[in-house]
């Protein structure tokens, strides 16, 4: 058996157990709209009246060069900065707060070092949640839904980076949020990790159907994972893609690369014209 080989195949034996957190009626995804969005810092605008519309449930990867104001949308977005302008609401009734509906999930695990592994998840429930009887039971099945079900009782510095970030996948989950949004979650891991955690990520999304926002840099990912892709540029969208493309998509899938190649395309376009991210 190859390296490859054998790592899939462990890859295999730590399936997460969807049948555990998915016993309650999935909650649908809400959809997302952004009017007019306008985020100064100082003098600087690094969205310029930016305009998004995402139906509910869709899995949508945000792409763009490095300092285009990715995780600026995504965090106004997900209510973590307050904007300058414009407007973003969610669903049909426009006082839903982020903060019930929303969480986020980051490059750092930003798990809490002196807390259980089951204890960090419990964290997602929030307060009330953590309080509701069956807080420890959901968060023990959110764990199990990552494959990490066995490791609840575990200090997190003996985790390896993939597991951590298992964990807070699962502390993410564990109040089943309406909307996911993602910050370079994979962006530290290794390539097979990164492939398994990508597989992983779709599937809990294919079962939930949170709507998902994905913030990456890198452009097979996002082809991969997402029913659409925006390059954001100039403090707004660029480019709008839809990727109508059967799933589990293929790697090296001839559809599959022609449409990278069409977005690293347009970026390396930018960088060679000259356009910079100051
Ligand atoms: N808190 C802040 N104070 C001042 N400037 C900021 C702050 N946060 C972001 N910026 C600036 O806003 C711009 C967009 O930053 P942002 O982090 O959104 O970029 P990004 O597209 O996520 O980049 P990367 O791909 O490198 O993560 C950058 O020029 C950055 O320096
Ligand atoms: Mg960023």
Redesign the pocket.
């Known amino acids: 058996m190859t390296l490859a080989e054998t790592n899939l195949a462990a890859t295999s034996k730590t399936l997460p157990d969807f049948n555990a957190l998915f016993r309650e009626p999935p909650q649908p995804g809400v959809s997302i709209t952004v009017r007019d969005l306008i985020k100064d810092?100082?003098a600087?605008r690094?969205l310029d009246r930016l305009d998004l519309h995402v139906p509910a449930g869709q899995f949508l990867a945000i792409v763009?060069?490095?300092?285009?104001?990715?995780?600026?949308?995504?965090?106004l977005i997900a209510g973590l900065d307050e904007k300058n302008g414009g407007r973003v609401s969610f669903g049909e009734r426009a006082t839903t707060k982020a903060s019930d509906i929303a969480r986020v999930m980051f490059q750092e695990p930003r798990l809490l070092p002196w807390a259980r592994v089951l204890a960090n998840v419990e964290v997602g429930l929030g307060g009330a949640g953590r309080a509701a009887p069956d807080g420890r039971t959901r968060a023990q099945e959110a764990l199990q839904s990552v494959g990490l079900g066995d490791r609840a009782g575990d200090w997190p510095s003996i985790l390896s980076g993939g597991q951590k970030q298992r964990v807070a996948l699962a502390r993410a989950l564990v109040s089943r949020p309406r909307l996911l949004a993602f910050?370079?979650p994979l962006g530290a891991l290794d390539a097979l990790t990164r492939i398994e955690m990508q597989q992983l990520l779709e599937s809990v999304w294919l079962r939930e159907r949170f709507t998902a926002l994905l913030?990456t840099?890198d452009v097979a990912e996002a082809v991969a994972l997402a029913d659409r892709i925006v390059v954001?540029e100039n403090g707004a969208v660029a480019l709008d893609i839809p990727v109508d493309l059967p799933r589990p998509r293929r790697r090296g899938a001839a559809e599959v690369a022609t449409l990278e190649e069409r977005i690293l395309d347009h970026l390396l376009r930018k960088t060679t014209s000259g356009a910079g991210?100051?």
């Open positions: 810092f100082g600087k690094v763009g060069r490095s300092g285009c104001g990715k995780s600026t949308l995504l965090r910050d370079e913030v840099h954001i991210d100051t």
